[in-house]
């Protein structure tokens, strides 16, 4: 038998994964939210037309089918806990899950046309995808095309999480390989960026020496072009003396270097050669040795294939740069 002084465990006894699955409901997400975003459990109560009892008991079934206590009472009402943050989040991204997932059948319940989700690195949207976009288009007119683009890493987790159908990306960044199917497609090319009122870009035969002691704009540092930047930084003998800004944005690098006189910028070399044909960036004569990684068509492995979609993986076949 216990003590009579022996202090009660209050350590959250968290539910496990089947558990939480088999007893949360899409309703207890929504009231989670709204006591959160309420405040309190009478405003809840009022803005889902319940009981602030029933509230109550239900916040109370939450919390114990999830093993841990998500709101604190406070003089001032409920305030979430650390825990109660993150289940949240979560909510709120499930429910976000759950509305496109109703648009997408009502989209589909009102067209015979099929849905495709695509995903892709910035080089690839230049170089190959948006006219591939436009042929596919005209096979099928009635096809809904959902436009991602990302990092690779990025499109990868949406290609295992089925987010995505189909994406243009480098595979040597996911933690395991054999989760996807790659198809060469590309040899990227790629080239420096800067402003046209850059004081080098008009320069001849520019040197890292020089271009180094520049702010650069940088891509995250898990990022191919990222390591192919520093290896050929590395290959010249010299370090990028500054590094304002780090983004895997392309608009936001073509802006940055539009608006800016002294930045600089690695980019895919169609990308780079769009904008600058609408005068927002020029490129600078400056060799970069270095080579990137090829790209190519990923799909999730033993995925089905339907037939817009093996339409539109032909159509960006044919707009695949040859290999040099």
Known sequence: MESPGKPEDDEPQLATLHA???????????????????????????????????VSKALREIEEAIGVLLFARTPQGLVATDMGRCAIRHARLMLSSLSHMHKELHSMAR????????????GALAAVLTNALI??????????????????????????????DLALCRT?????????????????RVAVAVSP??????????????VSQYPWILFPGHMPLRT???????????VLAFRPVETSSTFATALLLNKSPEMVALMSLETLQFFAARGTVARLDLKVSTKAEPYGLVTRTGSA????????????????????
């Open 20 to 54: 939480i699955s088999g007893r949360l409901k899409f309703k207890q997400l929504k009231l989670l939210i709204a006591i959160e975003d309420m405040g309190s459990v009478h405003q809840a109560a009022t803005f889902l037309h319940m009981s602030q009892p029933g």
């Open 305 to 324: 294939e339907p037939e817009a979609l093996v339409t539109l993986k032909n159509c960006i076949r044919k707009q695949a740069i040859p290999p040099a």
């Open 135 to 164: 042929d596919f288009h005209r096979l099928h007119p009635d096809a809904t095309v959902e436009l991602h683009e990302g990092t690779s890493a990025d499109l990868l987790e949406g290609v295992q999480s089925g987010k995505l």
């Open 197 to 210: 009122t850059h004081a080098l870009s008009q320069t001849k035969d520019v040197s890292w020496k020089v």
């Open 111 to 122: 067209s015979s046309g099929a849905r495709i989700a695509v995903g892709s690195i910035a």
């Open 172 to 188: 040597s960044v996911a933690p395991r390989v054999d989760l996807f199917d790659f198809e060469w497609l590309c040899d990227e």
């Open 228 to 238: 192919l930047l520093e290896r050929e930084a590395a290959s010249n003998g010299v």
